[in-house]
């Protein structure tokens, strides 16, 4: 399909939506998308794990960092912002209330997964920034541990946390006017300058793992909604 072709399936796909931005989909709809996310969920952590596990055996690291970055000031604060793309997963199913569009979106997601993995053995990176002190963090240390804990060592380049951030944002977009989308891609920004703030990724992490989503949406979950017959002109 041309990239011409995509840009109006994206266009009408948004044009389409005149439901509520939330709604409840319905208990056969919401298990479907719970099996789809736990069979996602199993898939990120055997590619997300396993990568950081490799590396960790590795001696070669690659530096991802610019010098100018370790002067990007650490505020913990910013970690509930960072721990925010956990209510983006929890929304979908009650934005994306079709079968159609939720499997796109998992489909997305998986890719993204897939190729992120890829990036993290080809580029076995580690963070340059100190780890914080424990009087630093304030009444967010125990949800900065989490975060911590959750996001590992190795697995920088692409960051995920932005990639799958921006393709779920990307897909609640079109549900939603021009407020609801603004309001979503400043959700999108905050997200990807948490992970800054919060010393847990670089900047090329952040741009990569931005880059990443876009395309795989494009080429993806846009082409799997007109495919699939969200727009019948095209099936």
């Known amino acids: 399909m041309p990239i011409a072709t995509l840009d109006d399936a994206c266009e009408q796909i948004a044009a389409a939506g005149h439901e509520p931005f939330l709604a409840w989909p319905g208990w056969p709809h919401l298990f479907y998308a719970w099996a789809l996310s736990l069979i996602n969920g199993i898939w990120f952590m055997l590619v997300f794990g396993g990568c950081d596990f490799i590396t960790a055996h590795r001696t070669l690291r690659v ?41 796109a979106m998992i489909a997305t997601l998986a890719t993204m997964i897939g190729i992120a993995g890829i990036g993290f ?32 060592d190795y697995d920088l380049v692409p960051s995920l946390h932005v990639a799958l951030s921006v393709a779920c944002i990307s897909a609640f977009d079109t549900h939603t006017g021009a407020a609801g989308k603004t309001l979503l891609w400043i959700w999108a920004a905050l997200i990807a300058l948490s992970t800054l703030l919060t010393h847990q990724h670089h900047v090329i992490d952040v741009v990569t793992g931005w880059f990443l989503s876009i395309l795989c949406v494009r080429l993806i979950y846009c082409r799997l909604n007109a495919a699939q017959g969200n727009l019948k002109r095209y099936t």
């Open 63 to 103: 530096p991802v960092h610019f010098a100018a970055e370790l002067k990007i000031p650490f505020i913990p604060a910013m970690t509930v912002v960072y721990m925010s793309i956990y209510l983006l997963f929890l929304a979908g199913p009650f934005i994306l209330r079709t079968r159609r569009e939720f499997r």
């Open 121 to 152: 053995l080809l580029i076995p990176g580690q963070l340059a920034f100190p780890p914080p002190r424990e009087q630093d963090l304030g009444i967010w240390a125990g949800m900065f541990h989490l975060a911590d804990r959750l996001n590992l």
